[in-house]
C-alpha cells in the first residue's frame, strides 16, 4: 500500500492523535497527559530517532496542536467526509510548509522524505504526519484512515489489512467486543 517512510509516517500520526487527544480508550475515559508528563509522552509516542530525545515545551505544544488537527482528518475521513479530511490536511500542510526532499540515509538508497518550514522536531514530524495523511486521502486509501467502532473507544488506526476490514484500533478493543457478542449469545439461549 504505502512504502515504509509513509508507514512510519502513518504510524506516527496515529500515534500522536491516541496519546495526545482527551476522549476514550478501550471502554474507559482518556485523558491526554499534559504537564511535566507531555514531553515524555510525546518522547514515546514518536517513532525511534536521535531526534526525539528532548522535547521541549514549545515543541509539545505545537505537536498536541497537530494531533487535534490530525484527529479531525480521521474522523472526517471514518465518516466519509473526504472533501472535509483533504481541507484539514491542507491547512496542517499549509501550516507547516511541508516539502518532500530526498534524503540519502546510510546503506540505503535515496528516499522520499517530507520536511516543514523548518526541520525542528514539531515542524518536522508535523509536516510528514500531514504529507503522509495526504498520500492516504489523495488516492484510494482514504477508506484506510479510521475510528474505532468499538464501544466507548474513539481512538484512530491506519487499516492495513489486505481486504480492509479492521474495525478496531487495537487487539484489546477487537476482543472486548467479541467477549461482550459471546456473552450476548450466550446469555439469549438462557
Same mark, same amino acid.
Given at each position: 500500500?504505502?512504502?515504509?517512510?509513509?508507514?512510519?509516517?502513518?504510524?506516527?500520526?496515529?500515534?500522536?492523535?491516541?496519546?495526545?487527544?482527551?476522549?476514550?480508550?478501550?471502554?474507559?475515559?482518556?485523558?491526554?497527559?499534559?504537564?511535566?508528563?507531555?514531553?515524555?509522552?510525546?518522547?514515546?509516542?514518536?517513532?525511534?530517532?536521535?531526534?526525539?530525545?528532548?522535547?521541549?515545551?514549545?515543541?509539545?505544544?505545537?505537536?498536541?496542536?497537530?494531533?487535534?488537527?490530525?484527529?479531525?482528518?480521521?474522523?472526517?475521513?471514518?465518516?466519509?467526509?473526504?472533501?472535509?479530511?483533504?481541507?484539514?490536511?491542507?491547512?496542517?500542510?499549509?501550516?507547516?510548509?511541508?516539502?518532500?526532499?530526498?534524503?540519502?540515509?546510510?546503506?540505503?538508497?535515496?528516499?522520499?522524505?517530507?520536511?516543514?518550514?523548518?526541520?525542528?522536531?514539531?515542524?518536522?514530524?508535523?509536516?510528514?504526519? $500531514?504529507?503522509?495523511? /495526504?498520500?492516504?486521502?489523495?488516492? +484510494?486509501? =482514504?477508506? &484506510?484512515?479510521? %475510528?474505532?467502532? #468499538?464501544?466507548?473507544?474513539?481512538?484512530?488506526?491506519?487499516? $492495513?489489512?489486505?481486504? /480492509?476490514?479492521?474495525?478496531?484500533? +487495537?487487539? =484489546?478493543? &477487537?476482543?472486548? %467486543?467479541?467477549? #461482550?457478542?459471546?456473552?450476548?449469545?450466550?446469555?439469549?439461549?438462557?
Amino acid at each position: 500500500m504505502f512504502d515504509g517512510h509513509v508507514v512510519t509516517l502513518l504510524d506516527a500520526a496515529v500515534s500522536l492523535v491516541n496519546t495526545l487527544t482527551d476522549g476514550l480508550r478501550q471502554g474507559r475515559p482518556y485523558t491526554a497527559p499534559h504537564g511535566d508528563r507531555l514531553p515524555q509522552a510525546i518522547h514515546e509516542a514518536l517513532p525511534l530517532a536521535s531526534d526525539r530525545s528532548n522535547v521541549e515545551p514549545d515543541h509539545a505544544a505545537y505537536l498536541v496542536h497537530t494531533a487535534h488537527q490530525m484527529r479531525g482528518v480521521f474522523e472526517a475521513a471514518d465518516s466519509g467526509h473526504i472533501d472535509q479530511a483533504a481541507r484539514a490536511v491542507n491547512v496542517l500542510l499549509r501550516t507547516t510548509g511541508a516539502r518532500p526532499q530526498l534524503d540519502c540515509v546510510d546503506g540505503e538508497p535515496w528516499q522520499v522524505h517530507f520536511h516543514g518550514s523548518d526541520d525542528s522536531l514539531s515542524v518536522g514530524w508535523s509536516a510528514g504526519c $500531514a504529507t503522509a495523511l /495526504a498520500l492516504a486521502i489523495g488516492s +484510494s486509501l =482514504a477508506g &484506510r484512515l479510521g %475510528v474505532c467502532t #468499538a464501544p466507548n473507544c474513539d481512538r484512530v488506526y491506519v487499516d $492495513a489489512s489486505r481486504n /480492509a476490514v479492521r474495525h478496531f484500533c +487495537s487487539t =484489546a478493543c &477487537r476482543s472486548r %467486543v467479541k467477549a #461482550a457478542a459471546f456473552r450476548a449469545r450466550k446469555a439469549s439461549r438462557n
